[in-house]
Structure formats: structure tokens, C-alpha cells
């Protein structure tokens, strides 16, 4: 049954709400396993039969047989073409979502865009005509802002006990630390000698404009949209080298807001062998994903901060959208990373949670280590 999640394809091909999705793909299987049936039942020989069965198939024609593989091959086409009216159905909404992004998103995006600039007095240098999200951050910074010397302390965690990596969705939300330690870093070794590492990233902790002692602040955020170098993505990598992360290493990155912003740049960054990327309610708009490695994201309608990045860029990501069940207008509800538990826990028990991107699963256990950042000379 949907739990009202429509799931957009990779580079929006497709779409759907995620009972459709499973329906489609199940009509798929359906169709495969009729044909199988056919053919199987179309090479039988009724004149080589098991001795205990001789009488009863010395009874069957084989043209006694033609209208059961008949029914079976009309049934394989019938699945076949829901298999390919749903998925059809599915890049018809896909279609649309295009044409309104076009129609709408984009206009508005440049307009506000527009609106930035002239107020800060900051020219891009590209054309007015492209000015989208990233050209206002980059207005707003008025230009690249060095990040500045940033501070890494590894926090004492009060239970240290190892644990096993995390296999649900549910489950990666809820190791997204709490704000005060923002980063989480779980290594896990593996029989053959590697690696495998998981990051977990906090979203934004200082919320007002101007440089903060926390890297995670504003700044780190419209530095993140304007795709320049941000305080908060250089704070997470040095507690990854803290931590004996090394470049190359699989990592897979999970991070809530700023957080899955930043995980989203240093997936991409190419610097990391990149195994999975989990978002929830990140601005992702200007950090397309174009690596092949399973990427999900998760975005509440009613959280105003997606919508900070921009319209999304041809991505391979899939992202889920749902309400986050909070009153209207209450946005810091929506945007809170227990309503996305609560979506987390949806997708999990979807019928189409199956053919979303699986995240890296591997065996073992690890201690984690928590990291707080300082920006110098901050306020």
C-alpha cells in the first residue's frame, strides 16, 4: 500500500508513486515467468513420460496442451503491457514535472536571482539570462570566501560500544549526529584488508549571517550553493584524515541539510571511492550527481529548504518526495530530522523499497568517532 511517496527516477526518466512502481515491476516478473511457463509447457513430449506416469500422459495430446500455452503466452502479453503502461504512465508525469520546472521553477529561480545580485552590487560574470541560485550565493559571498583555519577535536562519545553498520534507511537518518558533535565517522575492516567507511554528517548549527566560530553556519551554506570552497565541508574532510580516512578509501556519505549537501560535494569530489550517498532535506540543486554509485534523497513537500538549491540539475540521483506530516506553516517541523525518521521508516516498509538505490551493507562492527568543528577567529 503507498505511504503517499512518489519516487523521482534518475534524471527525472520516470515519475511514480512507489505502489505503481512495485506494481510495474512486478507485472515485469509476471510477464517472465509466463513465458518461461509457455515455453516449458510447449516442450513437452507426450511420448516420453515417466514410467509411473505412462498412463497418464499417454492420455494427453499435445494438442490437448495448445490452449493452456496459449491463455499463459495472453497472459505473459497482458502483463507485459501493464509492465509498459505503467512505466509509460510514469515518464508522462515525468514529462510534466519537466515542463512545469521549465515553465516556472526556472523563471522564478532567475528572477530571484536577479533580485539578489542588484542588491548586492555583485556581478557574475556569466549572462543575466543564466543567473540562477548559484550566481546569487556567489552575489550574496560577494565572490570565493576563504573558509578560513578551521579546528577539529574528536568529542569523547559517553557509550562507546561498537556497533554494526547500518542496513535501513531508518536507520542511517537516526546516526546523523546531534549538532553539537556534527560529524560521525564509522570504519569498518574488512577480511581482505580494506576499508569501508561510513560519514555521518549534521546539518546547519548557526544560523546567522557572517562569519560564525561554527563552521556550520549561513555562510558554509550559501558557500555550499555557490559551489566554492565552505568552512563546514573542510571541517568534515579533516575529520575524516583525524579519523585515518584516506584518499581512494570506500566511503559512503549520509547527511541531513547542510549535511547532505556537503556529503553530496564530497561524493562527487572524485577525492573518495564513493559506495553510497543518502540525503535528507539538502539544498541539492547545484550539486547535480553524475558518479555510479546508489544515491537516494529524501524531500519533504513542505520543507522550504530543498527548494534553496534551486531547481535539480540532470542528476542520477533518486529522490523520494513526501509531506512531513507536520501542521501547515510549521517549516522547522518539516524540515527536522525526526519527521524525516518518520520517512525514512515509510520508504522502508514501501513496496518499491526494493528497487530503490541499496546502500552499502558489509559484516563486522565499528567504534564510532565524533567530531566538533571550530572555525579561528570566528563570532
Not at 553498520?165 to 546531534?178: H, L, W
Request: charged fraction near 20%; include cysteine; glycine fraction near 8%.
Amino acid at each position: 500500500m503507498s505511504q503517499d511517496l512518489w519516487i523521482y527516477g534518475p534524471g527525472s526518466l520516470w515519475v511514480c508513486e512507489d505502489d505503481v512502481l512495485a506494481l510495474a515491476e512486478a507485472a515485469r516478473r509476471w510477464s517472465l515467468t509466463l513465458e518461461h511457463s509457455a515455453a516449458r509447457l510447449a516442450s513437452i513430449d507426450t511420448t516420453r513420460s515417466v514410467a509411473e506416469l505412462h498412463q497418464v500422459w499417454a492420455s494427453v495430446r499435445a494438442e490437448d496442451l495448445n490452449p493452456l500455452r496459449a491463455r499463459i503466452h495472453m497472459l505473459a502479453e497482458d502483463a507485459k503491457w501493464l509492465h509498459t503502461a505503467l512505466m509509460a504512465y510514469a515518464a508522462q508525469v515525468a514529462s510534466t514535472e519537466r515542463a512545469r520546472v521549465a515553465t516556472f521553477d526556472i523563471p522564478r529561480e532567475s528572477v530571484l536571482a536577479l533580485m539578489v545580485v542588484s542588491a548586492t552590487r555583485y556581478f557574475p560574470k556569466t549572462l543575466p539570462s543564466s543567473w540562477g541560485v548559484q550566481e546569487a550565493a556567489l552575489s550574496a559571498l560577494h565572490g570565493d570566501v576563504p573558509p578560513g583555519e578551521i579546528k577539529i577535536t574528536r568529542v569523547s562519545a559517553s557509550s562507546p560500544a561498537p556497533v554494526s553498520r547500518a542496513i535501513t534507511v531508518e536507520d542511517r537518518i537516526g546516526r546523523i549526529p546531534p549538532g553539537e558533535h556534527p560529524i560521525r565517522i564509522e570504519k569498518y575492516r574488512q577480511s581482505n584488508g580494506t576499508t569501508e567507511v561510513d560519514v555521518y554528517i549534521a546539518g546547519t548549527q548557526e544560523w546567522s549571517v557572517g562569519t560564525s566560530a561554527n563552521p556550520f553556519d549561513m555562510e558554509s551554506n550559501i558557500a555550499l550553493i555557490a559551489g566554492v570552497s565552505a568552512a563546514s565541508l573542510v571541517a568534515v574532510e579533516l575529520a575524516m584524515k583525524h579519523a585515518g580516512v584516506r584518499q581512494g578509501d570506500r566511503v559512503s556519505f549520509v547527511g541531513h541539510s547542510q549535511g547532505g549537501l556537503i556529503a553530496a560535494r564530497l561524493a562527487e569530489s572524485g577525492r573518495y571511492q564513493t559506495s553510497g550517498l543518502l540525503t535528507v532535506g539538502a539544498p541539492l540543486g547545484t550539486a547535480p550527481i553524475r558518479g555510479d554509485y546508489p544515491s537516494l534523497a529524501l524531500e519533504h513537500r513542505d520543507d522550504l529548504v530543498p527548494e534553496l538549491g534551486g531547481h535539480q540539475q540532470e542528476s542520477r540521483i533518486t529522490t523520494v518526495h513526501s509531506d512531513s506530516g507536520a501542521f501547515p506553516g510549521d517549516v522547522v517541523a518539516a524540515h527536522a530530522k525526526d519527521s524525516y525518521l518518520e520517512t525514512a521508516r515509510a520508504v522502508d516498509d514501501s513496496p518499491a523499497s526494493q528497487h530503490l538505490p541499496a546502500m552499502p551493507t558489509s559484516p563486522g562492527t565499528a567504534t564510532p568517532e565524533f567530531f566538533s568543528a571550530h572555525r579561528a577567529g570566528g563570532r
